[in-house]
């Protein structure tokens, strides 16, 4: 990471700096996460380091402290946990542009190798083209939220070109990228029908989905099919990690698929009449700050439904790491 010198930096962040900063990280190659104290990054060009108030949970995030990304991706360690955050703007490298201290925003940490930069820290360094401003309306913890899961739900709905009185079948409704997608759907006047259990049922029906299908209870497929005998217009899998896994006998011919896990063939899609994608999330400035508004007016629910302190963020992790994540888990950083 590329190094400003002490005296590019205010003088009252220089002072706040120049001690340790705690940080949710991986210390070596096999260890368990750990709350620990390194020093505080700074700023290089393009980038913006800011003072974390809140840092949200992914996916990914289990996949690193796990190591499971490690072969395909340099892993550096010690490796600082999470991609998301909200907080205050401590100092701005050269080409931040219009961003400046005291500014009050969130974003995310590009997955790039070599990975070990993260968010669930006092300070984080961000590329400044994934920083947009926090709405006033918006807390710190909501706004955390929004990134990486909210830029996977846009990429997924563009992936499928879902219309207007269209059905859309999401796999995985009940996580953060599921819940965000369920809303933009319905949003478009889709008909969404979701999957989730019993317990998912009320949550997911407020939030848009026309139909929850307890996959707990009986065949997912059976079920959809009931419903939908010649099958739905698209699936937005959030789930299945091979092409084998993908129920696509469940969307029409000439019907869209899109992955978040890469099970998106498209030599199977092909031989099964079907068109459709894997999608990255691309959570830059332009793409995130829309879905903060529409949080802000109170047109998209962040649906954040656990919160924790720093010292309890490995407890999140294992939560995302069993599956039993409902909706977002937050980290809340004291100070």
Do not use: W
């Amino acid at each position: 990471m590329a190094v400003v010198a002490r005296s590019s930096l205010p003088r009252a962040t220089r002072q706040r700096t120049e001690h340790p900063m705690r940080a949710l990280t991986v210390p070596a190659a096999g260890r368990q996460p750990v709350v620990s104290e390194l020093p505080v990054p700074s700023p290089g060009p393009d980038q913006v380091l800011i003072r974390v108030r809140a840092a949200a949970l992914n996916a990914v995030d289990t996949a690193l402290a796990s190591g499971a990304m490690a072969e395909r991706m340099e892993h550096r360690y010690p490796l600082v946990i999470g991609r998301d955050a909200a907080g205050v703007v401590e100092a701005a490298g050269a080409g931040a542009g219009r961003l400046r201290e005291g500014d009050e925003v969130f974003g995310n940490i590009r997955l790039q190798p070599p990975v070990q930069a993260g968010t669930v820290a006092e300070y984080a360094v961000l590329p400044a083209g994934h920083v947009a401003a926090k709405p006033a309306g918006l807390d710190f913890v909501t706004a955390a939220a929004l990134p990486l899961a909210g830029a996977a739900a846009v990429g997924c709905i563009d992936a499928v070109a879902a219309e207007p009185g269209q059905s859309v079948l999401v796999i995985g409704a009940t996580g953060g990228v599921g819940s965000y997608a369920v809303q933009l759907l319905a949003a478009r006047r889709v008909t969404v029908v979701a999957s989730g259990t019993a317990a998912d049922t009320d949550r997911l029906t407020s939030l848009g989905a026309t139909t929850v299908v307890d996959y707990t209870t009986g065949d997912l497929v059976e079920q959809v099919r009931d419903v939908y005998p010649d099958g739905v217009d698209a699936m937005i899998d959030l789930v299945s990690r091979t092409p084998d896994a993908v129920p696509l006998e469940l969307v029409r011919k000439g019907g869209r698929v899109a992955s978040t896990l890469g099970a998106a063939d498209d030599q199977t899609l092909t031989a099964a009449g079907l068109s459709g994608s894997n999608v990255m999330a691309a959570p830059e400035a332009g793409v995130i700050a829309p879905l903060a508004q529409e949080a802000a007016a109170g047109t998209l629910t962040v649906d954040v439904s656990t919160v924790l302190p720093l010292d309890r963020a490995a407890e999140g992790l294992s939560t995302l790491a069993a599956g039993e994540a409902r909706g977002k888990i937050v980290i809340s950083i004291d100070g």
